[in-house]
């Protein structure tokens, strides 16, 4: 079946630095869209990507989108305390229009200050 | 502005048990969701409905039944609780026109003892 994989599970870094967390699908989306969640919560949806090649950005955020559409990567610049918490990619399931995604398992990250 | 409701948000019960976990949506969206979230599992969907009284499995959906009488509720209910249904459960809702973005439920923790 349809599968989203995401490196790495987890990401410590150091206040300050670069963070970047992959997605990769086994097939070709139509979409992908992230989420972020913050330890405790619920997944907040951040954006969601559609045409190949596709860059997007977010104050320290920059998303983006495979040309063939199949992977995707964010990155944060100079990460900040906040930006601590879980973050998800999910595509689209393939030859279904009920709205449903494949989430992939998460990066985790963690900013030591 | 109440959005998307769970309830309750901690539930312990025990092995055996009925137990319903509800959810309401304040926005009429058609497309309503149910996940469970696991340690390294990240989430994993158990039921999903395209409108009231549509219906259909997700990827782990044994052991767990829905209804949508109404398009604003979407329950879901473990027949016999069994302890590897302890998980954190997120109910969530989209607007499906090409676009995919589901919000989110604040989550009901369950432990089954």
């Known amino acids: 079946g349809q599968q989203v994989m995401q490196i790495p599970q987890y990401q410590h870094v150091q206040e300050g630095e670069d963070f970047t967390t992959y997605c990769n699908s086994s097939t070709t989306l139509s979409n992908i869209q992230w989420y972020k969640q913050r330890p405790g919560g619920h997944p907040v949806f951040l954006i969601q990507l559609v045409k190949s090649g596709e860059v997007k950005k977010q104050k320290r955020l920059t998303f983006q989108f495979g040309e063939a559409k199949k992977n995707s990567s964010l990155h944060i610049t100079a990460t900040q305390t906040t930006d601590v918490g879980t973050y998800f990619c999910?595509?689209?399931?393939?030859?279904?229009?009920?709205?449903?995604?494949?989430f992939g398992d998460g990066t985790t990250l963690t900013v030591k200050p | 502005d109440a959005g998307i409701t769970q309830s309750p948000r901690y539930k312990i019960t025990e092995t055996g048990r009925q137990v319903t976990l509800m959810c309401h949506q304040t926005?009429?969206?058609?497309?309503m969701f149910w996940y469970r979230q696991d340690l390294g599992h990240g989430l994993r969907l158990i039921y999903y409905?395209?409108?009231?009284?549509?219906?259909d499995k997700g990827e782990v959906p044994d052991g767990y039944v829905v209804s949508r009488s109404k398009t604003e509720n979407f329950p879901l209910t473990l027949e016999s609780a069994t302890r590897s249904q302890t998980s954190v459960y997120f109910c969530?809702?989209?607007?499906?026109?090409?676009?995919?973005?589901?919000?989110f439920g604040q989550g009901t923790r369950l432990t089954v003892v």
């Open positions: 969530a809702s989209s607007v499906y026109r090409g676009n995919t973005e589901a919000f």
């Open positions: 409905s395209a409108a009231a009284d549509i219906t």
């Open positions: 999910a595509g689209p399931v393939l030859n279904t229009n009920a709205g449903k995604s494949t």
């Open positions: 926005w009429s969206h058609s497309y």
